[in-house]
């Protein structure tokens, strides 16, 4: 890895899209460290500062913006109202099929998905934006912090600071856009990167100073190692091979060559993780809204009691299971093995041993769905990895080894490394002799 990045800096054109996103990335940082308007600033702080765990249920949305979300920045929705579009438009893509005909008109079908997803974002960002404003005027935001948030509780302030954290999340769309078109990588992936490693050091740093550093060395010596098993999970891969007919036309022979299908084990990314932490955070908001009632009901206290923390083994338990479900959910909507058979047969192709079509279909699903089962365990004990340390070391929520954070910090580093990699064989390709 470090050699390619030193082989890229010898490149000039190279070095120059490498310049570029770093040039990115500090305009980044610096807009997640500004405040919004309206915020009173010493009080954020203060009450920050009083509970390690005052993320509660927004660790996930906190996570993404790289800790900007509670400090009430002009960034602090980070790149997850993106995502949430993307994910919603990756769903309806298979469920309308104006969506899936303008999938399949290539470029400029894109095109017009990738806009209906900018807009799907900035509505989502107005909602999110107007939820976090309103729990941050009366004093919901943070767990135990009575000073106030922000400076007015006027309805001036919070359009301007609704208006404000919109614009934030349209200005990172386009620096994503900017190093997706300028720089190597793809942008909103490395954004998302960035706001994880962000807060990695701070994490590291609470565990020493909070558990002893002969724990902070254990907890290294581990994450050395679920780092080592993630790349090589995320690397895995299940070829099958495909065999194109050779076929005449005119007085010209086309096709004969081999090549193969690769599915990968972890065919779902971090999707599933995403899913079961939004669903799971559910209970934990009804809760939380429920927490100024002086008597609530029942429901609420068990609620409170099993699903809030994520040490209690219920929490656990129903954390696995969903990323087991929606694993296996994602990957049936991404990947149509009937699909794939026909457009084989189309262009003559077929897997050796296998007949063209529905015999190739069932193929293709027995397999997908073996190989997905340990996918989804392997998602599985990778987010349960905090969750356990929770229990063991007593570590706040933000434990930096495993989870979400862990997923997308070894797949984007490895995504990019793999194009500057082949960016630099375009330019350095020895061929068969030196």
Not at 27 to 34: D, E, H, P
Not at 253 to 278: C, H, W
Not at 413 to 419: E, H, M, Y
Request: proline share 5%.
């Amino acid at each position: 890895m470090l050699t390619a990045f030193a082989n890229a800096f010898r490149t000039p054109d190279l070095r120059k899209k490498l310049l570029f996103v770093l040039l990115i990335i500090v305009i980044f940082r610096a807009g997640s460290q500004i405040p919004a308007p309206g915020v009173n600033v010493a009080n954020v702080d203060q009450c920050l500062g009083q509970d390690a765990n005052s993320e509660g249920v927004y660790t996930l949305i906190n996570l993404f913006s790289g800790g900007a979300l509670l400090q009430l920045t002009i960034f602090a929705l980070g790149i997850m109202p993106y995502i949430t579009a993307s994910i919603i438009l990756q769903l309806l893509v298979v469920v309308i099929p104006r969506l899936e005909a303008l999938k399949k008109e290539g470029q400029a079908g894109q095109t017009k998905i990738t806009q209906y997803t900018r807009y799907l974002t900035l509505g989502l960002a107005v909602l999110q934006a107007t939820g976090i404003v309103a729990l941050a005027r009366n004093g919901s935001l943070l767990q135990n912090c009575t000073e106030p948030l922000l400076h007015s509780q006027g309805l001036s302030t919070f359009i301007v600071m609704v208006v404000t954290m919109t614009a934030g999340t349209a200005v990172i769309m386009w620096l994503g856009e900017l190093i997706t078109e300028r720089g190597v990588g793809n942008g909103m992936s490395i954004l998302i990167f960035t706001q994880v490693v962000a807060t990695f050091p701070t994490a590291l740093w609470q565990v020493g100073k909070t558990q002893g550093w002969w724990t902070f060395g254990v907890v290294i010596a581990v994450g050395l190692v679920v780092v080592a098993a993630v790349i090589f999970i995320e690397q895995a891969q299940r070829r099958i091979p495909v065999q194109y007919a050779r076929r005449m036309v005119g007085r010209k022979m086309f096709g004969g060559s081999s090549t193969y299908i690769p599915l990968k084990v972890n065919q779902a990314g971090i999707i599933p993780v995403i899913f079961a932490s939004s669903l799971l955070y559910l209970p934990a908001m009804a809760v939380q809204f429920n927490q100024n009632n002086p008597n609530p009901p029942a429901i609420v206290g068990w609620i409170n009691e099993h699903f809030v923390r994520g040490d209690h083994p219920y929490y656990m338990v129903a954390y696995f299971a969903l990323i087991i479900f929606f694993t296996y959910f994602y990957v049936s909507i991404t990947f149509n093995p009937q699909e794939v058979a026909d457009n084989m047969k189309k262009y003559g192709g077929f897997i050796p041993g296998i007949r063209a079509g529905k015999p190739t279909e069932d193929y293709l699903s027995y397999v997908l769905s073996r190989i997905t089962l340990p996918g989804a365990i392997y998602l599985g004990l990778i987010s349960l990895i905090p969750l356990i340390a929770i229990v063991l070391i007593e570590a706040n929520q933000s434990f930096p080894f495993g989870g979400t954070s862990i997923l997308i910090m070894v797949g984007v580093a490895l995504d990019t490394v793999k194009q500057i990699e082949s960016q630099l064989q375009q330019r350095n390709y020895e061929g068969f002799l030196r």
